[in-house]
């Protein structure tokens, strides 16, 4: 990691992340490999974007650089539900900008904006696993900025039942006329 770590919440809910990109190697007739976000970082890394970190017969692992995320004050219960859910993630997006190329779209703690980026088509979102550390920072934004929204079931105005029968229920009622 850098010296810049990201450090307690700030009260813009803005944190830098690094991303771990993985290149698999697959066996089908179509494709040679994949590429899939694999991890995340709790802060930037001391490398440089697409450095080769590590690499096997099966797959090879890059950094893909940082990203920042930024979390909103009123998703908090999204957040919420994401680190309550058993298994916290952030959702990361990467796009193709070349051949064999791709840089990081974005990067979401709200499991449903991440749903919502799966359905997408053209980039590549994986749910990875959130580090504690981050999950903490999390954590921390959502105890210092959720509101509890109390659900209000809407009841409909009560129509009146006499101008309906006079056709007074939000137009002027023309009388027929035979045309000339």
Do not use: C
């Not at 802060?43 to 692992?61: K, M, N, Q």
């Not at 006499?162 to 000339?180: I, Q, V």
């Amino acid at each position: 990691m850098s010296g810049e770590e990201t450090g307690p919440v700030k009260p813009d809910g803005r944190m830098q992340v690094g991303v771990v990109v993985g290149k698999r190697r697959l066996s089908g007739p179509w494709a040679s490999h994949a590429w899939l976000p694999v991890a995340i970082l709790p802060g930037p890394a001391d490398v440089a974007p697409w450095t080769r970190l590590s690499a096997d017969e099966r797959e090879e692992l890059f950094y893909g650089g940082s990203f920042e995320l930024v979390l909103h004050p009123g998703e908090t219960s999204h957040y919420r539900d994401n680190l309550r859910s058993g298994r916290p993630s952030l959702w990361v997006a990467l796009r193709p900008i070349g051949p064999d190329e791709h840089e990081i779209a974005t990067v979401s703690a709200d499991p449903y904006e991440g749903e919502s980026m799966a359905e997408g088509i053209g980039e590549i979102v994986e749910a990875v696993p959130m580090p504690e550390r981050v999950q903490a920072e999390i954590a921390a934004f959502v105890d210092a900025f959720h509101v509890e929204q109390t659900f209000f079931k809407r009841k409909r105005d009560r129509q009146d039942k006499e101008a309906l029968a006079r056709g007074e229920h939000g137009r002027k009622r023309e009388s027929f006329r035979e045309p000339e």
